[in-house]
């Protein structure tokens, strides 16, 4: 048995008319940049995550970067977040011009860890960013307490959380603003790049609007200076057609998890992942821990059973940030889950059987 980490072709497969006719009316209207698809989505998704305004853009990097901007964080300024995410959650920081200070994350839901952040808020310190990973939400209320006692900003990053909650709340709805990404793969996929920022202030999200098109309200009037960051007409329509399928698909990739954890039950070399009594995790990823990661996704992959790593080494220990001084030992929590996380196959068509196959070859390379 063949098992992809990832199978985008069985959902295409899935909505093919829909997608075609979607694609079609815009070619029909020729609305390419931006224009009323993109607008229309824009509606759908801000109501989708409890939000007052949603604005599209070209990637969730971009949503990240403009979101900061635009709240007016820059030079000299210092964001915090985590170091196990996604290296566009930093970079979106340093292309503020900003610092990205790192706290270390909870060791039972890979988010956050809302104690460590007094400890790293200084006179510099202007944002923060949760990052709500693999599909669960951070732990929201005392983030948003601390970051409301320093007068901070709170930018959720919820690229990987479309349709999650906290406490019934939708993720990316609680802060300031919130990031999306619609890479194909995460649980809304665009059939290409784009991004949105949701946010419940009216000011942010026309700021937001007029940045991306180059600081223009109308054409050939810049107010500001701003970039072209739009969002395509064919990622807004088939974004449409997407959005309406996510409720269904984030419910079977919860059944998945669930049936995962609980063939996984009596396998004590693996822990599985917690879902916070407070959180609706939407498992865009599911990753279980084991300290015999790189050996067994090797004899997995022996078997045709791929999996990922999210992700290998935390943000404070690559390259491109050793810049900023962390050492190894800096955030030992981090660290240890970097080393021991593996992604196994999850998306919402994945099978039983699939589950099942995945679960009995980790078992027979444990009993060997
Ligand atoms: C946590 C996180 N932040 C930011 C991003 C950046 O999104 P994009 O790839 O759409 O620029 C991603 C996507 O991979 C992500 O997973």
Redesign the pocket.
């Known amino acids: 048995m063949n098992i992809p980490f990832l199978d985008l072709k069985i959902q295409y497969n899935a909505i093919k008319e829909e997608i075609a006719l979607a694609l079609h009316n815009v070619l029909d209207s020729t609305a390419f940049a931006g224009g009323p698809f993109v607008e229309k989505f824009e509606k759908e998704f801000a109501a989708f995550c409890q939000s007052g305004f949603a604005v599209g853009v070209g990637?969730?990097?971009?949503a990240?970067w403009i979101a900061l901007l635009c709240l007016g964080i820059g030079q000299g300024d210092e964001v915090i977040t985590t170091p196990n995410?996604?290296i566009?959650?930093a970079e979106a920081i340093t292309f503020c011009g900003a610092k990205p200070v790192f706290v270390d994350i909870d060791e039972q839901t890979y988010t956050m860890n809302p104690d460590l952040l007094k400890g790293v808020i200084t006179t510099k310190t202007k944002a923060i960013i949760p990052?709500h990973?693999f599909g669960q939400p951070a732990d929201m209320d005392p983030i948003i307490k601390i970051a409301q006692e320093h007068g901070l900003f709170v930018i959720e990053?919820a690229?990987?959380a479309h349709g999650a909650e906290y406490k019934g709340r939708s993720a990316g709805s609680i802060g300031h603003a919130g990031?999306f990404?619609?890479?194909p793969g995460?649980n809304l996929g665009a059939y290409g790049?784009?991004?949105a920022v949701v946010t419940n202030s009216a000011e942010l999200a026309e700021k937001i609007k007029r940045f991306r098109d180059h600081g223009q309200a109308k054409k050939y009037f810049h107010s500001m200076i701003g970039w072209n960051a739009r969002m395509d007409g064919f990622q807004g329509a088939v974004l449409s057609v997407k959005l309406k399928h996510l409720p269904a698909w984030n419910e079977a990739r919860r059944e998945n998890a669930k049936h995962y954890n609980e063939l996984f039950a009596d396998v004590n070399k693996v822990k599985t992942p917690v879902e916070d009594s407070f959180a609706q995790h939407v498992y865009h990823i599911y990753a279980i821990r084991t300290k015999n990661r790189d050996a067994l996704m090797r004899a997995l992959a022996g078997k045709n059973i791929f999996c990922g790593i999210h992700y290998p080494i935390p943000l404070h220990l690559q390259e491109a940030y050793r810049s900023l001084g962390y050492g190894p030992g800096t955030f030992p929590v981090a660290e240890k889950c970097a080393a021991e996380f593996l992604s196994l196959p999850m998306f919402p068509e994945l099978t039983g059987d699939q589950i099942k196959a995945v679960v009995e070859k980790i078992k027979y390379f444990f009993t060997k």
């Open positions: 990637s969730g990097t971009d990240l995410t996604f566009a959650t990052v990973l990053d690229c990987q990031c990404s619609f890479y995460k790049e784009a991004g």
